[in-house]
């Protein structure tokens, strides 16, 4: 059974930094696109960052520049590192592996990045 499992949120001020990591397991995973999402209280989840299989990157405009998703392959980890964070970028964020092919997502329990000073 596929499973991830995110870490990394906290508290930080604006400017401040944090790295986001995402645990895959219970699966091969070569065919998948691995994203992150978010989700800010009284709103719909929105795709943050997300990598294909290929390696192809995009990102949300409003990250772009701030943002950069990687993953290592052979820890079937995901990361999100997040620069010159913002009060807007407070959310949870989610991790998401979806299957190129099946299209079947998966999806982690989420992580609470705060932004306030």
């Known amino acids: 059974q596929v499973q991830l499992v995110e870490s990394g949120g906290g508290s930080v001020q604006p400017g401040g930094s944090l790295r986001l990591s995402c645990a895959a397991s219970g699966g091969i995973f070569r065919i998948y696109t691995r994203g992150w999402y978010r989700q800010a209280p009284g709103k719909q989840p929105e795709l943050v960052a997300a990598?294909?299989?290929?390696?192809?990157?995009n990102y949300a405009d409003s990250v772009k520049g701030r943002f950069t998703i990687s993953r290592d392959s052979a820890k079937n980890t995901l990361y999100l590192q997040m620069n010159s964070l913002k009060p807007e970028d407070t959310a949870v964020y989610l991790c998401n592996f979806r299957n190129e092919v099946t299209t079947r997502d998966y999806w982690g329990q989420g992580t609470q990045v705060t932004v306030s000073s």
């Open positions: 990598i294909t299989s290929a390696g192809r990157t």
